[in-house]
């Protein structure tokens, strides 16, 4: 191998940059050199290449978002977007493909590499860690960090007006963000889709506990929670209880700005690690952390595999 291109797809998470500068400067460190891809799959099939030196990664570590930008791409579905993409990798003599992204990025990874032969290694970056194969992915804890900020933020006026807040965090198949951030937050009640929430023991525990003076109240919900979004619930609480909400959407805050210590780390590991297995044959392939080993695991497990929430979050966020 003499020369890989890495690109980042699909929804952006903090330590994109991170991981970008770790896989050219350990590919640069190999021996190799490195094309960057802008807009992921879209920049393949339209050919928006860019050499990168180790100084064009050079003080990016702290920044969120990526420098070579992400999209989503329609055309890379079709055989047609892969045959222009498989192209460009060829006509710039690319031998491997870092793929920095979650499971939609990996599913096209995976088709590239089946249809093309074009060795890929795909290192999981999104914020909502519904990766299997990897304790973490890149971009959660700075997520579940931004969060819980902006909850304890609202617990200071939830306390201070004697409210109930209901806050909705991402995760619309997943409750990771959810679960970390009540569990932290020390919210009432945590909704995600994974369990079923019961709006009745809710209800009685938030009056249960205003009649007691405890006036501020903090209910966390994952956006795809199987009783509705936060303003679903507040409803539907209403109705059944008379008691009023207000809603706070966190929405995009939780994807952009500064990635944390951990997240940093985690990007530079795999970073470092995705090159390794293209040049040590492992690939296809995701690399991942499991109790901190680097872990290579096929592509189709991170997304056909479902990776368990932990049963004692689950328990802390009923019952404390
Ligand atoms: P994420 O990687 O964050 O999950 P998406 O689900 O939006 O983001 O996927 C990113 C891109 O990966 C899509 O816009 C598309 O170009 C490509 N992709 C997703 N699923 C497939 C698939 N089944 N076949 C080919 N390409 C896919």
């Known amino acids: 191998m003499k020369k890989l291109a890495v690109l980042t797809s699909g929804g952006d998470s903090p330590g994109m940059n991170a991981c970008i500068r770790a896989t050219v400067r350990r590919a640069l460190n190999r021996g190799l050199s490195v094309s960057g891809v802008r807009k992921g799959y879209e920049g393949l099939i339209d050919n928006d290449f860019v050499d990168l030196k180790s100084s064009d990664v050079s003080n990016i570590i702290q920044r969120g978002g990526t420098i070579l930008h992400s999209a989503r791409s329609e055309r890379f579905h079709a055989v047609e977007g892969r045959k222009s993409a498989a192209a460009n990798l060829e006509k710039h003599e690319v031998d491997g ?36 194969g990897t304790d973490l992915t890149i971009g959660f804890d700075t997520a579940v960090n931004t969060a819980l900020d902006a909850i304890d933020k609202v617990r200071d006026t939830a306390a201070a007006h004697d409210r109930l807040f209901i806050v909705e965090v991402m995760g619309r198949s997943a409750g990771f963000i959810a679960l970390e951030v009540g569990v932290g937050a020390g919210a009432e009640a945590v909704l995600i889709p994974e369990t079923p929430t019961d709006l009745e023991r809710i209800c009685r525990k938030v009056k249960d506990r205003v009649s007691m003076g405890r006036t501020s109240n903090i209910l966390v919900v994952a956006e795809g929670d199987e009783a509705g979004n936060a303003f679903e619930i507040a409803r539907k609480i209403e109705d059944r209880s008379g008691l009023k909400s207000r809603i706070t959407v966190l929405g995009h805050v939780q994807r952009g700005g500064s990635p944390t210590t951990a997240d940093r780390v985690l990007a530079s590991k795999l970073g470092w690690a995705a090159v390794d297995a293209l040049l040590d044959g492992a690939w296809p392939c995701m690399v991942g952390e499991i109790s901190s080993e680097i872990t290579h695991i096929p592509l189709q497990d991170s997304w056909t595999k479902r990776k368990p929430l932990d049963p004692l979050l689950i328990t802390l966020s009923e019952n404390l």
């Open 97 to 132: 493909l870092v793929v920095i992204g979650g499971d939609g990025s990996f599913r096209g990874a995976d088709a590239l590499a089946s249809e093309y032969a074009i060795p890929v290694v795909g290192v999981p970056a999104t914020i909502d860690n519904d990766l299997w």
